[in-house]
């Protein structure tokens, strides 16, 4: 059996997609040691065209070919279909940095962490397409359970699966599973991750290159499809709140978590959703789908709960003089 499985969802990224897989073959890993499981997630152009020649070339390769039924179903069946004792979802159109992953997995498979969480660096295509150096720190890890590396190391902005090594057992023992058809999807999954690991490794050591700015990319585009899967996003990772034995601080920082995720929404609603009937519509979808959900850490939260709640139809006015009367201070 695979010590590692390499999940890569597919979907229109001919441009990106051989830089990844180049990639992918510069871990100094032997062949036998890992797979890659491509899943095409019915791309239209060229993407699979690009890396014929290296499927061809190395016989660790699987393809699955489904339908267009989103990024969260092409993971869910890759980790359906893995076998290695770990798993790491690199998106397909960023990198792994050379030779930066076969530390990562020697420490995985000696400590059987549940998740190793390593760091990353931003960049955009021009700083890629120039090959800069990139020195490595020295190789060091510190242990900790799921919830502390919940309390002291997720961003809420940065919710990423690719920068983790998954043990596959702790994935399928725990029903973690993508929710289908949403964007965002790293956002409950990741929260759910952390906070029912028991032995994790963070690390500083650098594994991926995350492409910024890229076009049409689904971490920065927005649209009316967006816009319906945030009552989803926060409603189920909202029921996270539920889970036994969450100690006070744990739940607090879940729930602010949950209120970044919420004031996103709020964002980019007011700004990209001019229709008031269907933002309306939205708000009374995620109280239909999270009945409970309320925030009181701080004043600003309270306020804007209670407007949210009781108020909805109020609510857009309310958010829209909120951002005047910060632009009028900051001035």
């Not at 699955?64 to 989103?70: F, G, K, M, T, W």
């Not at 965002?184 to 995350?210: G, M, S």
């Not at 709960?305 to 857009?316: A, D, E, G, K, V």
Request: net charge neutral; glycine share 4%.
């Amino acid at each position: 059996m695979a010590k590692l499985s390499i999940i890569v969802p597919v979907y229109n990224v001919e441009k990106y997609i051989r830089p990844c897989f180049e990639s992918i073959f510069r871990q100094g890993l032997d062949d036998e040691d890992y797979e890659v499981i491509i899943v095409n997630d019915g791309s239209t152009d060229k993407s699979m065209e690009m890396i014929a020649d290296i499927i061809a070339q190395h016989r660790n390769i699987t393809v699955i070919h489904q339908e267009n039924l989103s990024l969260s179903v092409a993971r869910n069946n890759g980790i359906a279909a893995a076998q290695g004792d770990y798993i790491l979802m690199p998106d397909s159109d960023d990198l792994l940095i050379d030779n930066s992953l076969k530390p990562l997995l020697d420490k995985a498979l000696e400590s059987q962490a549940d998740l190793v969480v390593a760091d990353f660096l931003k960049m955009t295509d021009e700083q890629i397409g120039n090959q800069p150096n990139i020195p490595q720190q020295a190789f060091r890890v510190q242990e900790k359970t799921g919830k502390e590396l919940f309390l002291e190391d997720l961003n809420p902005h940065e919710c990423f699966v690719w920068r983790t090594l998954y043990r596959r057992c702790f994935i399928l023992d725990n029903g973690l599973q993508f929710i289908p058809g949403i964007y965002c999807q790293d956002v409950p999954f990741t929260h759910e991750a952390y906070l029912k690991a028991q032995k994790c490794l963070r690390t500083t050591w650098l594994l991926n290159i995350y492409r910024t700015g890229r076009p049409g990319a689904a971490s920065i585009s927005f649209s009316k499809k967006r816009a319906l899967d945030y009552p989803i996003i926060i409603s189920k990772t909202w029921e996270l709140t539920r889970l036994k034995g969450l100690s006070p601080d744990v739940l607090s920082k879940l729930k602010d978590d949950i209120y970044t995720s919420f004031s996103v929404f709020v964002h980019d609603i007011f700004f990209g959703i001019k229709d008031s009937t269907f933002r309306v519509f939205l708000l009374k979808e995620i109280k239909r789908n999270a009945p409970d959900l309320f925030f009181s850490n701080g004043l600003n939260q309270l306020i804007h709960s209670i407007t949210f709640r009781y108020l909805p139809y109020f609510y857009f006015h309310f958010v829209n003089i909120n951002i005047r009367l910060r632009k009028r201070f900051k001035h």
